[in-house]
């Protein structure tokens, strides 16, 4: 899995009757081979990803493609990535909100 394949999968993985009305935005900042800027913006239930980093986030990840990827993949905790500064997460609370639904947990 790549950092694209995850980003591309996510519409597939969504179920808009679950965050109808709901309205968010996450920046993903992921350096280093296979990485990017990606974000996922959530407005009124309608999930929309651009390349690149677009509009005022919510919640902004940082982290290196390798590590974040590494979560994804359940080869790295998630919680010690966070806790050693791997992934740095602007807003935790927001993460934790939509984590579910956008298959980060």
């Known amino acids: 899995m790549t950092l694209q394949d995850f980003i591309e999968k996510l519409p597939q993985r969504f179920q808009p009757e679950v965050v109808a009305g709901?309205?968010?935005n996450f920046h993903f900042d992921l350096s280093g081979e296979g990485g990017g800027q990606y974000t996922i913006e959530l407005i009124d239930g309608q999930l929309q990803i651009h390349e690149g980093l677009v509009g005022e986030p919510r919640c902004v990840i940082t982290a290196k493609a390798d590590d974040f990827?590494?979560?994804l993949q359940g080869k790295i905790n998630p919680m010690m990535a966070v806790l050693t500064g791997k992934i740095k997460i602007?807003?935790?609370?927001?993460?934790l909100k939509y984590a579910k639904i956008f298959g980060l947990m």
């Not at 602007?90 to 993460?95: F, R």
Request: charged share 10%.
């Open 90 to 95: 602007s807003n935790q609370g927001e993460l």
């Open 22 to 24: 709901m309205s968010t």
């Open 69 to 71: 990827l590494g979560v």
